[in-house]
Structures are given as C-alpha cells and as structure tokens.
C-alpha cells in the first residue's frame, strides 16, 4: 500500500490562501476557512470579525468553536471589560496589517486577575490570543480582526506572529473583494452562518410564503416528517389545523403576511 506524504509547511500554506480566496467568491465558506485557520495555528477557538459593526449593519462574524452564548455574553456583557481590545486601542495598534500577541497588549499576570479573564475567558479555556488587522476601517469599509484563542499555558510564540502577518494580507485582499463586489452576499453568509448555530429551526420566507432558506435545525425538522413539510411550490404545510383558530398553517401564514407590518404581532402570535 503506497503511504500518504504529509503535508510540508508551504503546501499547507499554499491550501490555507486557496481556501481564504475562494472564501471571497462564496463567503458560505468562510466558517470552514476560519476552521482551517485556527487549526494551522494550534488554536481553540477563531473568530474572524468586525469589532464595531455587527452582522445586522452590514458587519461580519464568522467564528469557530465559540458558541452563540458566548457571543451574547461578550456582545452585551464583557466587551467593556475586554483588556486586549482596550490595549491595542491605546497603544495605537488598531492599523492595516497590525499583528499583536496577547503579552504585547497587557501581561498574563494582569489578565488573569481581571474581570474579563475570571468571569468569561475562563469559562471557555480561553487565556492567549494571536490577532491580526486586516482591515484598520474606513468610510464603506468597517475595521475587521482576525482573532485566534489559545490556553493560558499555550502561548503563541515568533512562528504564530509570522504566520499571522503573512496570512493578513491575502484576508485583506479577499475580504477587500468581497467587500466591493458581493457585500449582499457576504451579510447573508453571515446571517445564515448565525442562524445555523441556533438550536431551533428558523425558516426565511419570501412574500410568496415560499421557504428560501432554513437552518441546520429546521432542516432536521423537515427530515423528521412529523407533521410540517414543504408542497410543490416550497411553502410551508401542516397536517392538522390551528387549535386557537382552526385554520390550517398554510392560510394563517397568508392572513399573517396581508396585515400590514404594524399589525402582524409578535412572537406571541403563533400557531
């Protein structure tokens, strides 16, 4: 049996640039890209973001091994508390092509005493980062980092930070692309990328009532075939009636959406 050659350093290098530029034209791949990233950096937790936009005002974030909890929690919770953002604020390293290591923003020491490490950092294993700019932010451009996690007894070291600074400028040239000539589709990528890590089925609907996307979720759901489905035209159907209205779900979806937006209720209203 003929044995499989590893990979050299370079040719994974070369695979790594290969999938951050085909990224560009489908950013349905960026999750995966961000994976293969991390990996290549020996890290636990990635995230490729835009630190002051979110995904809902044309932002991104597309991250790996770190859960939507821990997403809320940082969003609404720890990102006044976030010591490394803070540092590379004040010390003017927010550029193009910037890479900083978790002990050139502040010390370990300091870190593990605060807020941010004991209340949050440690709970997901998390106590070094490798970050790079790829984009410092401009008009029709939001500031974009790359972020990648380690233990707190795991430093990167000089190979991560050359790695880092050559990898940034291939994201920069590919996120700059995608930016400029697909950024509808970039902003689905991303919502649909954050609706996949919901742990309930979500379906998008056009004004035809007709199902243009559902997440990983909702189509485990559809898979069960336990009442709900989609007919010949994509749209949603149910085998019984309503309880509360007795109307079957295809026509309350239909009375739902001929009220005008103001009227339509919440997700109180349900079937």
Known sequence: MQSITPMTPLAHFSNLIHQVYAASAEPSRWPDTVGEVAQAFGAIQAVLFTPYVGPSSGGLMFPWQVTEKDLFLYGTQ???????AQSAQRKGLIQDGMVALDEDLVSQQELLASIYYREFLSTMGV????????FEGSPGLPATVLSVY????DPFGPQEREL??????????????????????????????????????????DHALAV????????????????LTLDAKRRLAAASQSRVTAV????????????PEAERGSFSNTF
């Not at 996307?213 to 759901?221: I, K, L, R, S, Y």
């Open 78 to 84: 720890y990102i006044r508390h976030d010591l490394w």
């Open 127 to 134: 106590g070094r980062i490798c970050s790079g700019v790829v």
């Open 150 to 153: 380690r233990r707190p007894d």
């Open 164 to 205: 880092m600074r050559l990898l940034v400028p291939h994201l920069s040239r590919s996120l700059g692309l995608m930016h400029r000539l697909n950024q509808a589709h970039h902003q689905v990528a991303s919502l649909r990328a954050a609706l996949n890590r919901l742990s309930v089925g979500v379906f998008l609907l």
């Open 212 to 227: 243009v996307h559902a997440n990983t979720a909702g189509h485990q759901v559809l898979e069960r075939g336990d009442g």
């Open 248 to 259: 079957r779900l295809e026509n309350w979806l239909a009375d739902l959406i001929a009220l």
